[in-house]
């Protein structure tokens, strides 16, 4: 169960994801903001409350009646939805920033996040294909990708995706928390703790979100998870 004292994951997690933005692991193509489609920025009016610190660059005709948010002021919002659990609230969020922002692969991935945990896979699967899609996969990637969708749902994706991203991690070493991450959606919890622990050892920037991350959650109660959160530095789960 996840209480008020969950909130002190979030901390670390949110810094983890500022990290991230300020491209730490990116590409160098996402790190510029997407570019904005003015016709729908009246939907995100009044619909976001957080306290964002940037401003998007808007004509002035518009930003004189529009309070506006930044991809990454939105992206925080959404993450910190995602972690805190309101699946619901999220999605609506998620899909309010991509009317500002299609073009932001992370965008697309929590919204397959969201839609996993909302029970719904087959547009879990499609936000994933996307994100990859958006990320700059090669054709042969994205080709093997949905191939292994079509023909083993979500299931499928996240297995092949782990036979691919276990050829990359043997030349980029960041890459093992995203294998860790699809063992854990599989059940495979033994296989997870291995590719965190590899995670760990190369210091992921990525790894803080292990305090928070709902396909974690079935793996809270394994010692050698609880072992890995208190070395990273982050509270333990209550």
């Not at 169960?1 to 994801?17: I, P, Q, V």
């Not at 296989?191 to 991350?213: C, H, M, N």
Request: glycine content about 6%.
């Amino acid at each position: 169960m996840y209480d008020e004292k969950n909130a002190a994951h979030r901390g670390s997690t949110l810094l983890a994801f500022r990290r991230l933005l300020n491209g730490a692991v990116f590409p160098h193509k996402f790190r510029k903001e997407s570019h904005i489609n003015f016709r729908n920025l009246k939907t995100l009016k009044h619909r976001v409350q957080f306290p964002f610190e940037h401003v998007a660059r808007i004509p002035r005709h518009i930003s004189q009646d529009l309070e506006l948010v930044s991809l990454p002021s939105s992206m925080t919002a959404v993450v910190n939805l995602y972690m805190a659990r309101q699946y619901d609230e999220g999605l609506k969020q998620a899909h309010n920033a991509l009317d500002l922002y299609p073009d932001s692969p992370v965008l697309h991935v929590f919204l397959s996040n969201f839609y996993l945990q909302l029970g719904r896979p087959s547009e879990a699967t499609r936000e994933s294909l996307r994100a990859e899609e958006l990320w700059g996969a090669p054709p042969e990637r994205l080709a093997a990708l949905r191939l292994a969708a079509q023909s083993g749902g979500l299931k499928g994706l996240w297995r092949k995706r782990i036979e691919l991203n276990k050829k990359i991690a043997r030349h980029e070493l960041l890459n093992s928390y995203d294998v860790a991450v699809d063992y854990a959606a599989l059940g495979e919890n033994d296989q997870a703790i291995y590719w965190l622990e590899s995670a760990y050892r190369v210091r992921d920037p990525k790894l803080p979100f292990i305090g928070t991350e709902p396909i974690f959650d079935g793996l809270r109660l394994d010692p050698r998870f609880a072992d890995l959160v208190r070395r990273v530095g982050l509270p333990a789960a209550h």
